[in-house]
């Protein structure tokens, strides 16, 4: 729904990544008042690499954690840069930068440093400020025009600020918090054990017996990245049905073992895998995924996470008792992210303003409670309430506030990555023979010749 209606606020953005900066920039041309906190001394947010990982809980058991960054020295995107990009900002190559298809994670830095100085965001972020909490200024006020306090830390000087803010965005990323399997034993296991969250590089692990467990994207990187080192690395997987990919890695290394779950670790060292096998491992890295958490914010109740279950949120974005004064960037998952949090940003800003409005509070927990139940039917576990994997429903989330769908060049060369990737695992970054069409319909597009074509080079 259009409103004519126009009001300014003054709004929070909590986080200075992709989904924060574009969030900011929205909010800004929406004629709103943005403020964006950030806990680090540059933008970027899980793409602002931190190699100083000693300070942090190998498991990452802490309520607040020291390290936010959860990439590796070597991680390259999986997704070609030219999917990337925000709608008017392609990312571009850059002479003497990394001009790969598939740069390595410093090149999605640069290139959201050059968003935020493109479009002058950097005169409203604080940096080192951690934002400690997030309330309701009064409790009493649900339902009306909600007001939040937020309290932060600066870093270097420990002074703590408290203000009023008239709408709060939460942008904090979602790869940070561990989460962890529950293995008997695990407790009492003597060894090395950390969460893939706090590995950097795989020279610490050389002439080590390794186990990793999980077969998600990074622990195939990682078990690839340790076997030129390692002594033994056995990759512990749920299913043993692997992709072709992985299969030809494994058969070109001897020391590099696939093995079912974990049945239980021993204090002398022993991982007891569940086909009655077992190993005496030096290591246990956990490549187990992450956790949605959001330790600084007091909704007293109303929104919870349960399960990895952040909920309940109309279109994964709105608490409907506390929206749109409150609202949750990025927590959707498997999409193509950046466009997805254009037409998230946009849909803030413009609720936020009065120039759109959202269905009544009944209409908005009916479609939950639909779409949670048709999880239900497909049976998807909760914990993958978050994980869209299709392109309809960001196409259908634009439609909120008439932003384009998205081109099927770009559509296209995402699923040729992902095939490609399930064939060839070690070498798609480098070889995509069957893009060039493709490729060459989206440089051609509007989307790469908008900024004019001088800065770009093949």
């Known amino acids: 729904m259009v409103s004519v209606r126009t009001q300014s606020k003054r709004v929070c953005v909590i986080g200075a990544g992709p989904s924060g900066l574009v969030a900011a920039r929205e909010l800004s041309k929406e004629g709103h008042s943005a403020v964006v906190l950030e806990q680090h001394h540059d933008v970027g947010g899980q793409w602002l690499y931190d190699p100083n990982v000693e300070v942090e809980d190998p498991l990452g058991r802490n309520t607040f954690l020291k390290v936010h960054s959860s990439i590796y020295n070597s991680l390259r995107l999986t997704s070609p840069r030219e999917i990337m990009g925000f709608t008017d900002f392609p990312f571009l190559v850059k002479k003497g930068r990394d001009m790969r298809r598939f740069p390595g994670h410093k090149e999605l830095f640069l290139y959201l440093k050059d968003f935020c100085e493109w479009f002058g965001l950097r005169e409203m972020i604080r940096f080192n400020t951690r934002v400690e909490y997030v309330g309701l200024l009064d409790s009493e006020a649900i339902g009306k025009d909600l007001r939040w306090v937020v309290r932060s830390k600066e870093k270097k000087t420990e002074k703590v600020v408290e203000e009023v803010f008239d709408a709060v965005v939460v942008a904090t990323g979602h790869y940070s918090q561990p989460r962890l399997p529950s293995i008997k034993g695990m407790d009492a296991w003597k060894r090395k054990q950390m969460h893939s969250h706090i590995y950097r590089v795989a020279e610490p ?35 043993l049905n692997i992709s072709e990919g992985l299969s030809k890695i494994l058969s070109k290394h001897d020391t590099l073992h696939l093995r079912p779950q974990i049945e239980s670790l021993h204090e002398d060292g022993r991982v007891l895998f569940v086909d009655g096998t077992w190993v005496i491992a030096d290591t246990i ?9 959001f330790p600084f914010l007091d909704t007293k109740g109303i929104v919870a996470v349960d399960d990895d279950r952040v909920g309940p949120l109309y279109e994964h974005t709105f608490p409907p008792s506390l929206a749109p004064s409150l609202s ?71 439609d909120h506030v008439e932003f384009p769908h998205l081109e099927e060049w770009r559509k296209q060369l995402c699923v040729s990555a992902l095939v490609n990737a399930d064939v060839n695992l070690e070498t798609y970054r480098d070889s995509w023979d069957n893009d060039h069409d493709l490729l060459q319909e989206a440089l051609q597009s509007p989307h790469f010749t908008q900024l004019g074509t001088e800065a770009f080079t093949l």
């Open 205 to 239: 692990f050389h002439n080590e017996v390794v186990v990793v467990v999980g077969n998600s994207l990074s622990g195939q990187d990682i078990s690839i990245e340790l076997v030129e080192v390692a002594k033994e690395v056995y990759l512990s997987s749920k299913s």
């Open 285 to 293: 890295i956990y490549c187990t995924g992450y956790s949605y958490t």
């Open 328 to 398: 949750f960037m990025g927590i959707p998952r498997k999409i193509i992210g950046f466009p997805f949090f254009e037409s998230q940003a946009i849909w803030i800003a413009q609720l936020l303003s009065g120039k759109r409005t959202l269905p009544s509070w009944d209409e908005m927990m009916q479609s939950i409670k639909d779409f949670y139940h048709s999880r239900d039917l497909a049976g998807v576990p909760k914990h993958y309430t978050h994980d869209i994997a299709e392109f309809e429903y960001c196409d259908r989330y634009g």
